[in-house]
RNA sequence: GUGGGUAUAGCGUAGUUGGUUAACGCGUCAGAUUGUGGCUCUGAAGAUCGUGGGUUCGAGUCCCACUACUCACCCCA
């Protein structure tokens, strides 16, 4: 075997790229239809901002991060999520000096995480996701929620669940720690190496340890949402409420912890059932203190990440068809003596904003006209020695087997018209 | 990073207790009388059996290592 691509990254064939840029295309839309606006950061950053931003506790930073020394001896990380390289992106350019809220998206950023490759889990993939900079309202969260919905949803998803938390603030959250660190102080024992060490640095993520034992342990350890404060309480509330009314279903579920330091009161997910078990598609948050932690003015933030290639995981295993477009719409065939005239006749048909093509392998007329069937061309369009002569072009319909001779100039408007007669 | 499974033409597979020229389907290409596709028929090309080592007179078949894929854990999109 010669060179294969590095573990975990994947091509995305000419024969299959129509599936990336139809989701593209939707999510582009439902983008814009919400006043967010494309933003295009660097592959990669300084190691310090994720350090700093994501958080050195969390395996992401420790021991998932793409990270090598450049020739500059700078330390350097292929960005292992979009939201950090979005901040970075807003405080470096004082966007936050424009009307605010500032709102932008992502589309296709490629994301690197030294994992062990599995099934909806490379090592690059490609997120979709949207930051919203400078609002504190809870009706943009919940925006953000139901734009991520509707989007799935509309691209046929079902057996979608929306989940949602609050994991509180700066004010509240070290009150909770302190009861959950109370709560499992006595119950050490029974934890996992893992979370005794998450039980000193991050007591939040033992909540989240699928280990059957520590679930065992934390059944009844206490809930962050009694501990929020008024502030917290009220924020949780109105994106219920705005939820609610807009008939979305949703769950609170008190577990949902995220992997990213960064986050303050709302966190989501949006899961599906598929045979493999729940698949997040969808993950987001608040983050209302991140630009402040990167230097910047003390600015409420929201966001989320989807990932392309889980969605479109997806929608395979829901069976949901993307149309497919044909490569060609005429391919024009030519007896050997003819190329020159067939060449031209492409070339006039491509100036009128029609995909055609004509054999560039010396095959035999019959082999021109299997070709052209195998690449879904809907029309064929021959030239040999009889319509040279005569300056004409036979237009095939492949589908019904209508033949017309036509003026070679008429080659264009013929085929448009054959194919509105058929309609 | 830890553990299980897999690795044979472009793709999907067969290969009997180790025994000579590794088989089949799909796909590709070419033909089935001279300028026409989809169906059918015929034929051809294409594999140092993932890589390296070992056992043996002999290895696709047994053993070891490595690599990749895959599943579970961890974590996440």
Redesign the pocket.
């Known amino acids: 075997?010669a060179i294969?691509?590095?573990?975990?990254?994947?091509d995305v064939l000419p024969a299959e790229s129509y599936r990336w840029q139809y989701l593209e295309e939707k999510m582009r839309k439902a983008a814009a239809l919400a006043g967010y606006r494309e933003v295009r950061t660097p592959v990669f950053e300084h190691t310090e901002l994720f350090a700093r931003g994501v958080g050195d506790t969390?395996?992401?930073v420790q021991?998932?991060m793409y990270t090598f020394n450049d020739k500059g001896n700078r330390s350097i990380t292929l960005k292992p999520?979009g939201?950090a390289g979005a901040a970075r992106c807003f405080l470096e350019s004082n966007l936050y000096a424009d009307a605010l809220p500032c709102k932008m998206y992502y589309l296709n950023a490629p994301?690197f995480?030294y994992?062990?490759?599995?099934?909806?889990?490379?090592?690059e993939?490609?997120?979709f996701?949207l930051e919203c900079f400078g609002a504190q309202d809870a009706t943009v969260d919940a925006e953000l929620i139901l734009l991520a919905y509707h989007l799935l949803e509309e691209l046929g998803v079902k057996n979608l669940s929306v989940r949602i938390n609050s994991i509180g603030c700066p004010n509240c959250r070290p009150s909770y720690h302190g009861a959950l660190k109370d709560f499992l102080v006595s119950r050490l024992d029974g934890l996992?190496e893992?979370?005794k060490n998450?039980y000193e640095r991050n007591p939040l993520?033992v909540l989240?340890?699928?280990?059957p034992g520590?679930k065992a342990q934390v059944k009844d350890a206490p809930s962050m949402l009694d501990y929020l404060c008024e502030e917290c309480r009220d924020h949780f509330a109105q994106l219920k409420a705005c939820l609610q009314s807009e008939g979305i279903p949703f769950a609170v579920d008190s577990r949902i912890?995220?992997?990213?330091d960064y986050y303050t009161k709302t966190v989501f997910?949006?899961v599906t059932e598929t045979d493999?078990?729940?698949?997040?598609?969808?993950?987001?948050g608040r983050y209302d203190h991140l630009v402040a932690q990167l230097g910047g003015p003390d600015l409420p933030a929201v966001g989320?990440?989807?990932?392309?290639?889980?969605?479109l995981m997806l929608l395979d295993s829901e069976g949901i068809e993307i149309p497919k477009p044909d490569q060609y719409e005429v391919f024009v065939?030519y007896?050997k003596d003819n190329r020159a005239e067939a060449f031209a006749l492409v070339q006039a048909l491509r100036r009128q904003g029609i995909r055609a093509d004509m054999d560039h392998?010396?095959?035999?007329?019959?082999?021109?006209?299997?070709?052209?069937?195998?690449t879904g061309a809907r029309f064929?369009a021959?030239?040999?020695?009889?319509?040279?002569?005569t300056g004409t072009v036979?237009v095939?319909?492949?589908?019904?087997?209508e033949?017309r001779?036509v003026a070679l100039a008429e080659a264009g408007d013929t085929i448009r018209k054959m194919r509105k007669e058929a309609e």
């Open positions: 075997m294969q691509a590095p573990r975990g990254t994947r969390t395996d992401i021991k998932e999520e939201t994301i995480r994992e062990a490759p599995q099934s909806g889990r490379l090592r993939h490609h997120q996701g996992c893992d979370c998450r993520r989240d340890c699928k280990k520590c912890v995220r992997g990213l997910e949006l493999g078990g729940a698949l997040t598609v969808c993950g987001g989320f990440g989807m990932g392309i290639e889980r969605v065939t007896m392998c010396s095959r035999s007329l019959k082999a021109q006209f299997k070709y052209a069937n195998k064929a021959t030239i040999g020695e009889e319509e040279a002569r036979r095939k319909d492949m589908g019904s087997g033949e001779t």
